[in-house]
């Protein structure tokens, strides 16, 4: 009966699961958690069951701790008085009154990461949002919070500047009527946004993001006029678009309709998959003027310049229906460019002798191939043995004063030996020393 009692208690604590201040008063005190720079020692307020001192920092992390519970808030705020920034990600909250009991007593609380905290289907009450009121920073990547809940969260946090929704598995926004103009940051990644019409009602509901990091979703287009989107992102610096689903030019052309966008992130989508490296670059940076950061990359004058005159010769071939409006204005800046000359970059080859014994063969060889590679070459050609060749060089004008140059170095290339039209290469067995290691 007692295995069976202890087995009981046991079961019962797991579905309970840890508090807070359990939690805390573990990791924290003098055994585990050294004293150090920016912590504090916080003695146990009278009656607590935490006993001793806790070495407590002002950002805490109690990741992955089970914790399903607040405990005691008059302990949460004896100790906590000074904590900043808190990391409950990992764990089972899966109550909101839970976490306002902790988010409350904790008064300085700037950055909050509730990520990975089974909060599907959970709606947290206007009254309880109230303590979010100084939260700047709140991280809610996969938690499943409805739409619902986020608003509440963004009526009641005053001061919230960036909100983490990350792999929340929205394939739309619901809108709100009342907007959170404190917001600057908003990163949505990983989600299953297709449609610019979902995208538009967070322009509506932010007015003042100025970073929006849409990466990962599967929007398709950037389909408003230029008043509209001047409207909607009046602030906007930052957009990333990383793996979107853009197809056409005209959309980021579009982009360039945001009147303070600075930095454009547009890797991995279908629009540039047939282009090169080198023209997608420019292409993208040719239709955003305003542009200073291109996929993390910082943009020079003379880039942008080259970009720009690259554009022109692109499309001016193009029928006049096609070419888009940012040609035209190019096309008055720098004027039509004449086509760029042909330059001849394939491999350079000459024809030299390759003399083995009594044998002489004439061979084009490919100037920019290694020693290495000609003596693979060469024994393939002329079946020369596998068992080591060695090559000599005989410049035609100069072998009477200078005389034969062994080509030694495997990894040097040919062309770095002047090689011309009409020179010789004499190939030679390797003789192997009669003078082994085991005669020494």
């Not at 009641?156 to 917001?183: D, H, I, K, M, R």
């Not at 959309?251 to 998959?273: C, M, N, S, T, Y």
């Not at 009409?422 to 020494?440: A, F």
Request: some cysteine; overall charge negative.
């Amino acid at each position: 009966m007692q295995k069976l009692a202890a087995t009981m208690e046991s079961s019962s604590d797991e579905e309970e699961g840890c508090t807070f201040i359990q939690v805390l008063s573990e990791k924290y005190n003098p055994e585990n958690f050294p004293y150090g720079q920016g912590v504090v020692v916080m003695p146990s307020p009278p009656g607590s069951p935490v006993k001793g001192r806790l070495f407590l920092p002002s950002m805490l992390v109690l990741s992955d701790a089970g914790i399903r519970k607040a405990g005691d808030r008059s302990d949460i705020a004896a100790f906590c008085a000074h904590v900043l920034e808190l990391d409950l990600s990992h764990n089972q909250l899966n109550d909101w009154a839970e976490i306002s009991t902790i988010v409350s007593n904790i008064p300085h609380l700037e950055f909050l990461n509730l990520s990975m905290n089974p909060l599907s289907g959970v709606e947290l009450e206007p009254s309880m949002a109230e303590v979010f009121s100084r939260v700047r920073q709140l991280v809610l990547i996969n938690t499943q919070i409805s739409w619902d809940t986020v608003h509440t969260l963004t009526q009641q946090a005053q001061e919230l500047e960036e909100l983490f929704l990350c792999l929340n598995g929205y394939n739309t926004v619901s809108e709100c009527q009342a907007s959170c103009p404190s917001l600057r940051l908003l990163q949505i990644t990983d989600n299953q946004l297709k449609e610019w019409a979902e995208v538009r009602k967070l322009g509506q509901m932010y007015p003042s993001l100025k970073t929006l990091i849409l990466a990962n979703n599967s929007v398709d287009s950037v389909s408003d006029t230029r008043e509209t989107l001047e409207q909607l992102f009046p602030n906007l610096r930052t957009i990333n678009l990383n793996n979107s689903g853009l197809s056409k030019w005209a959309d980021i052309e579009r982009l360039a309709f945001f009147p303070k966008l600075e930095e454009v992130k547009a890797k991995g989508i279908p629009l540039l998959q047939p282009y090169t490296t080198h023209e997608r670059r420019c292409l993208l940076l040719a239709q955003l003027p305003s542009v200073v950061l291109l996929n993390g990359s910082a943009v020079s004058d003379g880039e942008r310049e080259d970009a720009e005159r690259l554009f022109i010769r692109y499309y001016q071939d193009c029928p006049e229906q096609e070419l888009a409006e940012r040609y035209h204005i190019l096309v008055s800046k720098y004027g039509q460019l004449a086509p760029l000359a042909e330059v001849d970059l394939s491999p350079r080859s000459t024809m030299v002798d390759i003399r083995w014994g009594d044998r002489v063969e004439t061979v084009s060889l490919r100037l920019e191939q290694t020693v290495g590679d000609l003596k693979k070459h060469l024994r393939a050609l002329l079946q020369l043995p596998t068992n080591g060749i060695r090559l000599f060089y005989m410049d035609r004008e100069m072998c009477s004063v200078l005389g034969p140059e062994e080509l030694k170095c495997n990894s040097r290339a040919l062309h770095s030996y002047r090689i011309r039209d009409g020179d010789e290469i004499e190939v030679v067995p390797k003789v192997k020393s009669r003078c082994s290691s085991s005669d020494l």
